[in-house]
T-cell receptor
Framework: DAGVIQSPRHEVTEMGQEVTLRCKPISGHNSLFWYRQTMMRGLELLIYFNNNVPIDDSGMPEDRFSAKMPNASFSTLKIQPSEPRDSAVYFC???????????FGPGTRLTVT | DAKTTQPTSMDCAEGRAANLPCNHSTISGNEYVYWYRQIHSQGPQYIIHGLKNNETNEMASLIITEDRKSSTLILPHATLRDTAVYYCIVRGGLVDAGGTSYGKLTFGQGTILTVHP
């Protein structure tokens, strides 16, 4: 199995630009999670989808952040407009079901200048 | 979810067993103990989980005390590749709008395990 796939692996952008992060979950998994990791705040859950439906978005920092899951094999996390404080590593994880163990992707390192 | 307490850092000699402790004194009856690790510049990796019985898999063993207030992750023969941050997480069940149990993973600061030659 290829595991969770994320793209791009690295993204450098200027403040004010739109950023789109992509995730392909493990085939057959119906739960998907987006996390953000920074030195200051550690690893935080941003949003959780079950069967392509957003269930818990209480971790999304503000309206500049949005996430979609148009089908079972693809999800996006969008930041518009981006700000320097959004710089972090963003991880996507998937699981067979909402309470099963989660498998993480390699992450996208975002730098906003 | 119950909070956990782990040592900030630990050292272990290569080939020896690494025993990583975790306190979770406020754990409730339906909450599981999960262990993940994060090797530098990689995503977190699931290791093992348990409710009240000891568990073993190809990666590690998990020993949970009878009162469930603490647990120990054991890597039986540590290698240099086991150097990582190890997270102990107590995971409960939340019922979402659809009535499906959803156990949120809340990562703390973890234990930095350094395996040295």
């Amino acid at each position: 199995d290829a595991g969770v796939i994320q793209s791009p692996r690295h993204e450098v952008t200027e403040m004010g630009q739109e950023v789109t992060l992509r995730c392909k979950p493990i085939s057959g998994h119906n739960s998907l999670f987006w996390y953000r990791q920074t030195m200051m705040r550690g690893l935080e859950l941003l949003i959780y989808f079950n069967n392509n439906v957003p269930i818990d978005d209480s971790g999304m920092p503000e309206d500049r952040f949005s996430a979609k899951m148009p089908n079972a094999s693809f999800s996006t996390l969008k930041i518009q407009p981006s700000e320097p404080r959004d710089s972090a590593v963003y991880f996507c994880a998937s699981s067979f079901g909402p309470s099963y163990e989660q498998y993480f992707g390699p992450g996208t390192r975002l730098t906003v200048t | 979810d119950a909070k956990t307490t782990q040592p900030t850092s630990m050292d272990c000699a290569e080939g020896r067993a690494a025993n990583l402790p975790c306190n979770h004194s406020t754990i409730s009856g339906n909450e599981y103990v999960y262990w993940y690790r994060q090797i530098h510049s990689q995503g977190p990796q699931y290791i093992i989980h348990g409710l009240k019985n000891n568990e073993t898999n190809e990666m590690a063993s998990l020993i949970i005390t009878e009162d469930r207030k603490s647990s120990t992750l054991i890597l039986p023969h540590a290698t240099l590749r086991d150097t990582a941050v190890y997270y102990c997480i107590v995971r409960g069940g939340l019922v979402d709008a659809g009535g499906t149990s959803y156990g949120k993973l809340t990562f703390g600061q973890g234990t930095i395990l350094t395996v040295h030659p």
